[in-house]
């Protein structure tokens, strides 16, 4: 699979067979994530792979019963936690460099970027969920205080293929020279 048919192809996956993922297939997708960008190759991400179906069910309660995914907790026969170490990312002696401070959310999100395109690319299906209770979800995974939970991904092969939803033409968010420069 090509990187753009991998970018066009990818979708938000809610439903799971309950076929585990293999050792080989999961180690290529840590190697990627391994090989994600990084400010100043910080690598600040760590990530939690939550296999036992007791955790799962524990870690589904960080959801409400609302949210799309919270069936795919469970469902899914992986779950994958992606954690940033704080102060780290975008920071020199000890100092934020930026006026954004932390770097950590933008390196993370390479990084699930990465581990999602890596994972479409091996016939298997994520969905990025952000909307849960980050520090319940550390508390339960026993995270520590240098370290914040930052987004979770079920893994697994999808039940159905999703479709592409409606995208925005490029002419509607490039601007040339200046904003809104069109």
């Known amino acids: 699979m090509d990187l753009m048919e991998a970018i066009k ?6 439903k799971y067979k309950p076929d585990s993922v293999s050792e080989e297939a999961l180690q290529k997708i840590m190697e ?3 090989w994600a960008p990084s400010w100043a190759n910080t690598q600040c991400w760590e990530v939690i792979l939550v296999k036992d179906p007791k955790m799962k ?4 309660t960080v959801l409400s019963n609302t949210n799309p995914a919270f069936s795919s907790m469970t ?11 704080k102060g780290v990312s975008g920071f020199k002696k000890g ?8 770097w950590l959310m933008f390196d993370t999100g390479i990084a699930m970027q990465t581990l999602c395109l890596t994972a479409h690319s091996l016939g298997l299906g994520t969905v990025v969920v952000g909307n849960f209770n980050h520090k319940k979800a550390e508390e339960i995974l026993g995270v520590p205080q240098n370290v914040e939970v930052v987004a979770i991904t079920p893994l697994g092969y999808p039940t159905t293929e999703g479709s592409a939803p409606k995208r925005k033409e490029t ?10 420069g069109r």
């Open 75 to 85: 469902e899914a026969p992986l779950v994958i936690v992606l954690c940033g170490k």
């Open 9 to 14: 192809g990818r979708r938000s996956i809610r």
């Open 32 to 34: 990627a994530v391994r």
């Open 57 to 60: 069910s524990e870690l589904a």
């Open 171 to 180: 002419f509607e968010f490039i601007f040339y020279d200046k904003y809104p």
């Open 95 to 102: 100092e934020a460099t930026t006026v954004k401070g932390d």
